[in-house]
C-alpha cells in the first residue's frame, strides 16, 4: 500500500488526479466498510483505499490529445467505486445503454469483473486507453466522467448533499452512440444523455469521448434536477443560465486535472488570458463542425448591453461564463501574490504557478457550485446567480481579508451583470445572519421534515413572507446540506426550502397571434435557505402581481411582481413572432426526437404552458438566433 509524499490540507487539492497508488488486496468486505464513511474521507485517503477507481480517459478530447503534448489520455484519473456496480456500467446513478437509433444496433456492455474490480471488455481484459477504438471503451469512459462529475458536484465543497433528477427514477441513461448527427442532448423525457457521432474531413468524431461536451450536457441534468421549473420559463436568460451551467461544469472539471493544468501553464506561460486549451470548450467538434478552433470560449469580451435584446441562449451565455472566467483569473492572481508573499518571506523555495493554480480549483468549486442552492426556484437571471455568489462568499468568508467580494463586483459590474448601486447595498454593514420576519415561530427540525412542515410554516407566516394569500402554495423542495470550505471546516447547515405558486395571466392582443385569447400561467415562488439555528442564510424572490398586503414592503412586492408579469407577456410576444414557438412534436422515449421548436407548449388544466426545448444540446448557432426559418431544427 505505497503511498508517496502526503500533503498537507491547506496544500492539497482535492480534484486533482491521484497521487496515492491505490490499495490492491483490499478485501470486499473491507472496502465495503470504508466505503460507508467515505463522506468522511478526503480524496487522496479514498484512491488509496480503492474507494475511487482508476479509469484511463481523454483529457479533453481526441483532438486536444493530438495538438498538445501530455494532453492525451489522463492515466491518473479515478471515479467513484460503489459496491452495486454492473455491467454497462451500471451504477446508482447511471446507467449506460448502447443503443444506437440511426443503425438501429444495440451494443454489448462493458463487463464488470467483480473479482478484479475493473470494468472489462467482452473477453474479460480490463480496458485501458489503448482501447480507445472500442465501444465497450467509450461506455466506460463516458460513464466514469459523469460518475467523477456527480461526485464533484455532491462532495462538501460543493453542495454537500445528494442530488436527484428532474424524472422520475434514479438512473441517468446514458447512451454514448445514440446515432448519427453533429450534436448531444441531455433529455429529460427520455431520462438520458445522448451522444452522436459524425464523419468530418478529419475523421469519425464521437461526441461521448469529449469530456467538455460530456459534462456540458451532464451539467443541464444537474441544473435540471436542482431547479425543474427552470424548463418552464421563456425568459432568455435563464435558458442562457442552463447553457452557462454546462460550459462552467466542463470548464471547472477539465480545470480540476493535475496533468492538465500543467499544460495549460505551460501553453499560456501563467498568463490564463491567452489560456485557450483551458477556457476553449470542444475543441474537436469546434473544428470538425465550424471550423472554429473550438466550439465557445471563456474568454469573450461581451456584456449584457453588448447581447441586448438576444434569445439565442447559447449566445448570451458567454457573458456570465466570462465573468467566471474573469473570477477565475483574478482568484489565480491573488494566489500568485501569496505564493510571491511566501518565497520573499522564506517560506518557500520559489513561488509556484502550479500551486496557486491547484488553489484556484476548490476555491472555484466553492465559489461557483455551492451558490445554486440560494438559486430562485424558478425564472432565474444571471443577476440572481452573482448575488447568490456574493452571499455565498460572505457567509463563508464574513471578513474576506483578501477581497474576494469586491473581486467578483468589479467584474459583475463590468460586464453589466450587477450595478454601482448593488455595490453601494453590498457594502452596507449589516449583521451576517438576520432571523426571517414571522408572525408564527416553528422549530426548524419541523420546517425540515417533510414538504408538509416546510408548507405549515409558509403558510401561516403568508403576509410576513408576502405570499398571496389565496395563492395555491407548493413546496418543490425541501433538503438539508452540509457544506464545507475548502479546508473542510464545517460551514452553518442550510435548510433549503423552494416553494412556487402560479398565477393565470391572459394572453391579450394580436401580438400573441394564434395564441391570442387564451390564458397562461405565470410561475411565481422564493427560495429560503435557513441555517439550524433559524437564522436565515437567503431569501430570493420571484413575486406574482397579486396583493400580498399594504405595508411597504408589500406594496413594493406586488409591484415587482406586475413588472414581472409585463416582462413575461413581452417576452412570450417576442418569442411568437420570431417564430420560435411551436407545438412538440413526440418521438418514441424522446430518443429519436431531432425536431422540436426551441419552445414547446403543453395545454394544463385549460391553460397554455410555454417551456424550453424539451432537450437542451451542446449546440448553438448564434448566427440564426431568432429567425424563424430554422425553428425546427434544435439541433441548430
Ligand atoms: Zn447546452
Redesign the pocket.
Given at each position: 500500500m505505497g503511498t508517496k509524499k502526503g500533503k498537507t490540507s491547506t496544500e492539497s487539492n482535492e480534484y486533482e488526479a491521484t497521487v496515492a497508488e491505490p490499495a490492491q488486496e483490499l478485501k470486499r468486505e473491507t472496502r465495503i466498510e470504508l466505503y460507508a464513511a467515505r463522506r468522511y474521507l478526503g480524496l487522496h485517503t479514498q484512491q488509496e483505499f480503492g474507494l475511487r477507481m482508476p479509469v484511463e480517459v481523454f483529457f479533453k478530447d481526441p483532438d486536444v490529445a493530438e495538438t498538445y503534448e501530455g494532453a492525451g489520455i489522463d492515466k491518473k484519473f479515478t471515479t467513484p467505486w460503489e459496491p452495486g456496480l454492473r455491467d454497462g456500467p451500471t451504477s446508482a446513478r447511471f446507467a449506460v445503454v448502447d443503443y444506437d437509433s440511426t443503425k438501429n444496433v444495440l451494443t454489448p456492455s462493458a463487463v464488470w469483473k467483480r473479482k478484479e474490480n475493473c470494468y472489462c471488455t467482452l473477453e474479460g481484459e480490463p480496458l485501458t486507453g489503448e482501447m480507445k477504438d472500442l465501444f465497450q471503451y467509450h461506455q466506460l469512459s463516458v460513464w466514469a466522467n459523469v460518475q467523477n462529475t456527480l461526485d464533484f458536484f455532491e462532495s462538501g465543497t460543493a453542495l454537500g448533499r445528494r442530488i436527484t433528477w428532474a424524472f422520475d427514477g434514479n438512473r441517468l441513461i446514458v447512451v454514448p452512440h445514440a446515432g448519427y448527427g453533429e450534436n448531444a442532448y441531455?433529455d429529460r423525457a427520455s431520462k438520458s444523455l445522448q451522444f452522436y457521432w459524425f464523419d468530418s474531413e478529419k475523421g469519425r468524431v464521437f461526441t461521448c469521448l469529449s469530456s467538455d461536451i460530456v459534462n456540458?450536457?451532464f451539467g443541464?441534468a444537474v441544473l435540471d434536477g436542482l431547479r425543474p421549473h427552470y424548463y418552464e420559463s421563456v425568459g432568455a436568460e435563464t435558458a442562457a443560465f442552463?447553457?452557462f451551467i454546462?460550459d462552467l461544469t466542463a470548464i471547472l472539471m477539465a480545470f480540476s486535472n493535475n496533468a492538465f493544468r500543467k499544460v495549460v501553464l505551460k501553453e499560456s506561460g501563467g498568463n490564463l488570458d491567452t489560456a485557450d486549451l483551458l477556457a476553449g470548450l470542444a475543441q474537436q467538434f469546434g473544428k470538425a463542425v465550424t471550423n472554429a478552433p473550438y466550439l465557445r470560449s471563456a474568454l469573450e469580451p461581451d456584456t449584457m448591453a453588448d447581447l441586448a435584446g438576444k434569445l439565442e441562449p447559447?449566445a448570451l451565455s458567454v457573458v456570465l461564463t466570462g465573468a467566471m472566467f474573469d473570477i477565475l483569473k483574478g482568484v489565480f492572481a491573488k494566489h500568485r501574490e501569496r505564493e510571491l508573499k511566501r518565497f520573499e518571506e522564506g517560506r518557500s523555495k520559489r513561488p509556484s504557478d502550479v500551486r496557486a493554480l491547484a488553489d484556484t480549483v476548490p476555491r472555484m468549486q466553492m465559489l461557483a457550485i455551492q451558490p445554486l442552492d440560494l438559486l430562485p426556484p424558478c425564472a432565474v437571471t444571471f443577476r440572481d446567480y452573482a448575488l447568490a455568489v456574493l452571499r455565498s462568499e460572505q457567509v463563508a468568508n464574513p471578513t474576506d481579508p483578501s477581497g474576494y467580494r469586491e473581486l467578483m463586483l468589479d467584474y459583475f459590474i463590468k460586464r453589466g451583470i450587477l450595478t454601482e448601486d448593488d455595490r453601494e447595498e453590498q457594502r452596507m454593514a449589516k449583521p451576517v445572519f438576520e432571523r426571517p420576519p414571522l408572525d408564527v415561530f416553528h422549530p426548524i427540525d419541523a420546517i425540515a421534515a417533510s414538504r408538509g412542515g416546510a408548507y405549515r410554516f409558509l403558510d401561516d407566516n403568508r403576509a410576513k413572507l408576502l405570499i398571496p394569500l389565496n395563492a395555491d402554495l407548493v413546496v418543490s423542495e425541501i433538503v438539508r446540506a452540509n457544506k464545507l470550505t475548502r479546508d473542510r471546516r464545517a460551514l452553518p447547515e442550510q435548510i433549503i426550502v423552494q416553494y412556487i405558486w402560479r398565477e393565470e395571466v391572459l394572453l391579450e392582443g394580436e401580438r400573441f397571434g394564434r395564441f391570442a385569447g387564451e390564458r397562461t400561467t405565470m410561475l411565481c415562488g422564493a427560495t429560503m435557505v435557513l441555517d439550524e439555528n433559524g437564522n436565515l442564510i437567503h431569501w430570493t424572490r420571484k413575486p406574482g402581481s397579486a396583493s400580498v398586503g399594504s405595508s411597504k414592503d408589500a406594496v413594493q412586492e406586488q409591484a415587482d411582481g406586475a413588472k414581472r408579469r409585463d416582462e413575461l407577456l413581452n417576452t412570450i410576444a417576442a418569442r411568437i413572432a420570431s417564430g420560435m414557438i411551436g407545438e412538440t412534436i413526440g418521438g418514441e422515449l424522446g430518443l429519436l426526437e431531432r425536431a422540436s421548436p426551441p419552445f414547446g407548449v403543453q395545454r394544463i388544466d385549460g391553460t397554455v404552458r410555454f417551456t424550453l426545448s424539451p432537450h437542451?444540446?451542446?449546440r448553438?448557432d448564434a448566427e440564426n438566433d431568432d429567425t424563424g426559418d430554422r425553428q425546427w431544427q434544435i439541433s441548430f
Amino acid at each position: 500500500m505505497g503511498t508517496k509524499k502526503g500533503k498537507t490540507s491547506t496544500e492539497s487539492n482535492e480534484y486533482e488526479a491521484t497521487v496515492a497508488e491505490p490499495a490492491q488486496e483490499l478485501k470486499r468486505e473491507t472496502r465495503i466498510e470504508l466505503y460507508a464513511a467515505r463522506r468522511y474521507l478526503g480524496l487522496h485517503t479514498q484512491q488509496e483505499f480503492g474507494l475511487r477507481m482508476p479509469v484511463e480517459v481523454f483529457f479533453k478530447d481526441p483532438d486536444v490529445a493530438e495538438t498538445y503534448e501530455g494532453a492525451g489520455i489522463d492515466k491518473k484519473f479515478t471515479t467513484p467505486w460503489e459496491p452495486g456496480l454492473r455491467d454497462g456500467p451500471t451504477s446508482a446513478r447511471f446507467a449506460v445503454v448502447d443503443y444506437d437509433s440511426t443503425k438501429n444496433v444495440l451494443t454489448p456492455s462493458a463487463v464488470w469483473k467483480r473479482k478484479e474490480n475493473c470494468y472489462c471488455t467482452l473477453e474479460g481484459e480490463p480496458l485501458t486507453g489503448e482501447m480507445k477504438d472500442l465501444f465497450q471503451y467509450h461506455q466506460l469512459s463516458v460513464w466514469a466522467n459523469v460518475q467523477n462529475t456527480l461526485d464533484f458536484f455532491e462532495s462538501g465543497t460543493a453542495l454537500g448533499r445528494r442530488i436527484t433528477w428532474a424524472f422520475d427514477g434514479n438512473r441517468l441513461i446514458v447512451v454514448p452512440h445514440a446515432g448519427y448527427g453533429e450534436n448531444a442532448y441531455y433529455d429529460r423525457a427520455s431520462k438520458s444523455l445522448q451522444f452522436y457521432w459524425f464523419d468530418s474531413e478529419k475523421g469519425r468524431v464521437f461526441t461521448c469521448l469529449s469530456s467538455d461536451i460530456v459534462n456540458h450536457e451532464f451539467g443541464h441534468a444537474v441544473l435540471d434536477g436542482l431547479r425543474p421549473h427552470y424548463y418552464e420559463s421563456v425568459g432568455a436568460e435563464t435558458a442562457a443560465f442552463h447553457e452557462f451551467i454546462g460550459d462552467l461544469t466542463a470548464i471547472l472539471m477539465a480545470f480540476s486535472n493535475n496533468a492538465f493544468r500543467k499544460v495549460v501553464l505551460k501553453e499560456s506561460g501563467g498568463n490564463l488570458d491567452t489560456a485557450d486549451l483551458l477556457a476553449g470548450l470542444a475543441q474537436q467538434f469546434g473544428k470538425a463542425v465550424t471550423n472554429a478552433p473550438y466550439l465557445r470560449s471563456a474568454l469573450e469580451p461581451d456584456t449584457m448591453a453588448d447581447l441586448a435584446g438576444k434569445l439565442e441562449p447559447h449566445a448570451l451565455s458567454v457573458v456570465l461564463t466570462g465573468a467566471m472566467f474573469d473570477i477565475l483569473k483574478g482568484v489565480f492572481a491573488k494566489h500568485r501574490e501569496r505564493e510571491l508573499k511566501r518565497f520573499e518571506e522564506g517560506r518557500s523555495k520559489r513561488p509556484s504557478d502550479v500551486r496557486a493554480l491547484a488553489d484556484t480549483v476548490p476555491r472555484m468549486q466553492m465559489l461557483a457550485i455551492q451558490p445554486l442552492d440560494l438559486l430562485p426556484p424558478c425564472a432565474v437571471t444571471f443577476r440572481d446567480y452573482a448575488l447568490a455568489v456574493l452571499r455565498s462568499e460572505q457567509v463563508a468568508n464574513p471578513t474576506d481579508p483578501s477581497g474576494y467580494r469586491e473581486l467578483m463586483l468589479d467584474y459583475f459590474i463590468k460586464r453589466g451583470i450587477l450595478t454601482e448601486d448593488d455595490r453601494e447595498e453590498q457594502r452596507m454593514a449589516k449583521p451576517v445572519f438576520e432571523r426571517p420576519p414571522l408572525d408564527v415561530f416553528h422549530p426548524i427540525d419541523a420546517i425540515a421534515a417533510s414538504r408538509g412542515g416546510a408548507y405549515r410554516f409558509l403558510d401561516d407566516n403568508r403576509a410576513k413572507l408576502l405570499i398571496p394569500l389565496n395563492a395555491d402554495l407548493v413546496v418543490s423542495e425541501i433538503v438539508r446540506a452540509n457544506k464545507l470550505t475548502r479546508d473542510r471546516r464545517a460551514l452553518p447547515e442550510q435548510i433549503i426550502v423552494q416553494y412556487i405558486w402560479r398565477e393565470e395571466v391572459l394572453l391579450e392582443g394580436e401580438r400573441f397571434g394564434r395564441f391570442a385569447g387564451e390564458r397562461t400561467t405565470m410561475l411565481c415562488g422564493a427560495t429560503m435557505v435557513l441555517d439550524e439555528n433559524g437564522n436565515l442564510i437567503h431569501w430570493t424572490r420571484k413575486p406574482g402581481s397579486a396583493s400580498v398586503g399594504s405595508s411597504k414592503d408589500a406594496v413594493q412586492e406586488q409591484a415587482d411582481g406586475a413588472k414581472r408579469r409585463d416582462e413575461l407577456l413581452n417576452t412570450i410576444a417576442a418569442r411568437i413572432a420570431s417564430g420560435m414557438i411551436g407545438e412538440t412534436i413526440g418521438g418514441e422515449l424522446g430518443l429519436l426526437e431531432r425536431a422540436s421548436p426551441p419552445f414547446g407548449v403543453q395545454r394544463i388544466d385549460g391553460t397554455v404552458r410555454f417551456t424550453l426545448s424539451p432537450h437542451f444540446s451542446i449546440r448553438g448557432d448564434a448566427e440564426n438566433d431568432d429567425t424563424g426559418d430554422r425553428q425546427w431544427q434544435i439541433s441548430f
